[in-house]
Structure formats: structure tokens, C-alpha cells
């Protein structure tokens, strides 16, 4: 577990750093007997952004990533990805192999004790994205979601 969520944060940081415009169109087919894709849900206000995806894998769960963004004046000023697993013990196990892992950087990485791991981006990082603007920002957190789901989907020999 603490290697494929290394490769999911791998993928996820690719693709953060290199987004870019194209088809919004959701192919997400849904597979069969393995898992079934839960939904989506997405807000956009003037101050909050928020897009998350969860995926029911069969004898694991329900796994949900949320991408989330704040603005102020039109300014990001933080952003976050969430990862809520099925389980306690699931976000515990993969937390401790965060902690135990010489290669792995945790910097900006929080557990709440429970079933959620969540990324904060540093500020350096948000200030970045800032400059590029409210819709770049949303659309690369939405990607990253959608990213994320379909990494798992991959892990798990769906396609």
C-alpha cells in the first residue's frame, strides 16, 4: 500500500506541474463486478471551489479524493487534496508508512486521526498557481481528482 500511494502522489505532483487545457469531456466508464464509480460532486462560488470523486472497490470500499481551493479577491490563497479511506485502520496503515518511508517527503501532509489524509500545497506553490488565474486553478485540482480515481482504478486492474 505505501508504494502505491507513493506512485499515486508521484502521478498527482506530475500532474499538477504539467496541466494543460483539453477536453473536459468525462470518460469514466463504469467497470464492472471490481468497483463502481460513486459519483461526483463539484462547487464553484466566488471564494470556494471544491471537486471530489469517490470509487466503491469491491472488498476494500469506498475511496474519496477531493481537491479543494480558497479565494480572496480572485487570489488563491490555499489548496488542498483530501484522501478519505474506507477504513481507520486503512488511513493509519498508509499514514505510518508515510512516517516510516527515508524517500518519502510528508512535508504538508496531515492526518486527522481518522480516515483522511489530506495534502495542504505550500504557499509558494499556491502563490504560483494564483497567477495563472481562478479557472486554471480549478481545473487542475479537478484533473488531479479525477487523476487520482483513475490511478486506483488502474491499481486495481480495472480500466
Partial sequence: M?????MCMMLLAATLTF??????DDDNPNGGGQQQQQGQNEVNQDNYYMYQESINLKNFGTMTCIGEATFDKGQC??????????????????????QDDEDFDAT???YDGDKTITYRFANETVAAYSTMGKDYICSTLKKAVQDFISSVREAVGEK
Avoid at 2 to 6: D, H, Q, S, V, W
Fill in 2 to 6: 505505501k508504494k502505491f500511494m507513493y
Fill in 19 to 24: 496541466t494543460a487545457c483539453g477536453d473536459d
Fill in 77 to 98: 490563497t490555499a489548496m488542498a487534496l483530501s484522501y478519505v479511506y474506507p477504513k481507520k485502520s486503512y488511513a493509519q496503515s498508509e499514514w505510518e508508512d508515510y
Fill in 108 to 110: 504538508g501532509y496531515y
